[in-house]
């Protein structure tokens, strides 16, 4: 019923910059919070930005300063703009979001299928 569709990363090197998308579509009444999550090799998956629907934002304290994440709730769309890029940065980067959709009206997380991001040193 709803699908979230990365896009962006890439390989880059130390200092460098990358912006990601994720655009959600489907049967979709509302969504809360729309974020980033990232899972390195061997490492748990963390939360990077979330952003709520009323602009409210927290980051991963390594990330602050470097990353900012935005959306446009016209096109139900999370963006992260990636500054500074380190090596420390590698990962596998998900897009998340709390949907609710036409049928139940209910929220549920969504995830997309993840977009690889690699910093060269």
């Known amino acids: 019923q709803v699908q979230l569709v990365e896009s962006g990363g890439g390989l880059v090197q130390a200092g460098g910059s990358l912006g990601l998308s994720c655009a959600a579509s489907g049967s979709i009444v509302s969504i809360d919070d729309m974020g980033w999550y990232r899972q390195a090799p061997g490492k748990q998956r963390e939360l990077v930005a979330v952003v709520s629907r009323g602009g409210r934002i927290n980051y991963l304290d390594s990330v602050k300063g470097r990353f900012t994440i935005s959306r446009d709730n016209a096109k139900n769309t999370v963006y992260l703009q990636m500054n500074s890029l380190q090596p420390e940065d590698t990962a596998v980067y998900y897009c998340?979001?709390?949907?609710?959709?036409?049928?139940?009206?209910?929220?549920?997380?969504?995830w997309g299928q993840g977009t690889q991001v690699t910093v060269s040193s």
């Open positions: 998340n979001a709390e949907v609710a959709v036409v049928v139940t009206r209910a929220y549920r997380n969504y």
